[in-house]
């Protein structure tokens, strides 16, 4: 009976997922935002105010007023017309103000932040590109993605060093992701996680051996016996398919409006390029077997990361547990390796109870021999992203 209860949970959630929209309205944003401007470079969504704490704002304006150049920023929250233009919408914007400096469009997501911006200098180009600053950043992923100003303060230090060569700062303790168990970070650790970093850009692939060693040995730990609640009906597998063929579509989408731009930038064909290789990879796990509930996942994981990568968003790994759970965007530790996991996940970990995790065959998937599938051998990517040169160069991939 939870078995049943806990499915229906899950598709009542699933159900208030965001629909991909046929036709995106509201065109008289960009407007709204640059005449908002004119009296605040700082412009916070309507809908955000009541809920916006004024120390983010007195934060994210103090940064701007420190900058060499005018910065404008804009909050708003995740719409589908936004889901359509946001990787166009610093451009956008400033061809309405026609003014130089760096726009930061920072976006609220099913409650993390991510933001996308472009630098338009005074002087015209010269020294680094925004982008390559980005890519370099080591501290990216430690950034706080639950409030808005850790990553609009943390762009208007990277275009600083984009403008005039200066280092960038380390990030503000205030601003680094909290409840972060104290860790001591092997060279490994940083490998693996700055293979999320660079991501699409460098295309830097490492495979962590010591880590997939580590791994291996969890297939010996089994769950408590009460956790392995039996087979998950079949409709659960469907609607993971149906996530999947939702987000290749959208993905799919995302990558043809970076194709259909007049001059697309160096990023942004470096973004197409990631996500293309993510989504043949998703195609490929959706042709192969449709009722194997590993191929569908990691269908849906590989469409997500391209529609975030294609649309100017960070790429995320997924929920080490369960892939279908929201990204993770937490690290935990679980023995002797550190793993991504989504906040509810996380939350159990630091309550010492391990997550369900997904099962396949009454088990959690990381039980399966990982031999036999680069899913499991890489958490869905959670530990290398490596995840779909190793699905194209597979002939098959099965468990
Ligand atoms: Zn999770």
Same mark, same amino acid.
């Given at each position: 009976m939870s078995v049943r209860r806990t499915t229906a949970t899950l598709l009542a959630v699933l159900a208030f997922?965001?629909?991909?929209?046929?036709?995106?309205?509201?065109?008289?944003?960009p407007d709204q935002i640059v005449a908002a401007w004119s009296k605040d470079r700082v412009y916070v969504?309507?809908?955000?105010?009541?809920?916006?704490?004024?120390?983010?704002?007195?934060?994210?304006r103090a940064a701007a007023k420190a900058a060499d150049?005018?910065?404008?920023?804009?909050?708003?929250?995740?719409?589908?017309?936004?889901?359509?233009?946001?990787?166009?919408?610093?451009?956008?914007?400033?061809?309405?103000?026609?003014?130089?400096?760096?726009?930061?469009?920072?976006?609220?997501s099913d409650g993390y932040w991510h933001g996308v911006e472009e630098l338009y200098r005074p002087g015209g180009l010269k020294g680094k590109t925004l982008t390559s600053v980005r890519a370099e950043d080591k501290q990216? $992923?430690?950034? =706080?993605?639950?409030?808005?100003?850790?990553? &609009?303060?943390?762009?208007?230090?990277? %275009?600083?060093? #984009?403008?005039?060569?200066r280092p960038l700062p380390p990030v503000a303790a205030a601003d680094l992701e909290p409840e972060r168990p104290s860790r001591g970070e092997s060279v490994t650790d940083q490998e693996d996680r700055a293979t999320f970093i660079g991501m699409g850009i460098g295309g830097v692939l490492s495979f962590v051996l010591t880590l997939l060693l580590?791994?291996?040995?969890?297939?010996h730990r089994r769950p408590s016996a009460t956790q392995a609640a039996g087979k998950r009906p079949n409709v659960y597998t469907e609607e993971i398919r149906r996530q999947a063929d939702s987000m290749i579509k959208r993905a799919t989408q995302a990558v043809k409006r970076i194709e259909n731009k007049p001059q697309p930038t160096l990023e942004q064909l470096d973004?197409?390029?990631?996500?293309?290789?993510?989504?043949?990879?998703?195609?490929? $796990?959706?042709? =192969?077997?449709?009722?194997?509930?590993?191929? &569908?996942?990691?269908?849906?994981?590989? %469409?997500?990361? #391209?529609e975030r990568g294609a649309s100017g968003a960070t790429v995320q790994p997924p929920c080490?547990?369960?892939?279908?759970?929201?990204?993770?965007?937490?690290?935990?530790?679980?023995?002797?390796?550190?793993?991504?996991?989504?906040?509810?996940?996380?939350?159990?970990?630091?309550?010492d109870q391990t997550p369900r995790g997904l099962h396949v065959k009454s088990v959690p998937y990381?039980?399966?021999?990982?031999k036999k599938s680069a899913l499991v051998a890489t958490g869905f990517g959670a530990l290398s992203d490596d995840l779909p040169e190793r699905i194209i160069a597979r002939a098959e991939d099965r468990r």
């Open positions: 997922l965001p629909a991909v929209p046929a036709h995106a309205a509201a065109p008289e944003k969504d309507e809908r955000l105010r009541p809920a916006m704490p004024e120390v983010e704002l007195t934060r994210i150049f005018p910065v404008y920023v804009a909050l708003v929250p995740q719409t589908p017309y936004l889901r359509e233009v946001l990787y166009d919408l610093p451009t956008l914007l400033q061809a309405r103000t026609g003014e130089p400096g760096l726009y930061v469009v920072e976006v609220v990216r $992923l430690d950034l =706080d993605t639950n409030r808005p100003a850790p990553d &609009v303060i943390r762009t208007i230090q990277q %275009a600083q060093t #984009a403008y005039d060569g580590a791994f291996r040995r969890k297939r973004r197409r390029d990631d996500a293309n290789r993510r989504l043949a990879a998703a195609r490929k $796990l959706r042709a =192969d077997d449709p009722d194997d509930l590993l191929a &569908v996942a990691g269908a849906l994981v590989l %469409a997500r990361q #391209a080490f547990f369960d892939p279908t759970h929201k990204p993770g965007t937490q690290q935990v530790r679980w023995d002797d390796v550190e793993v991504p996991a989504c906040k509810v996940c996380a939350a159990r970990m630091a309550k990381w039980t399966l021999d990982p």
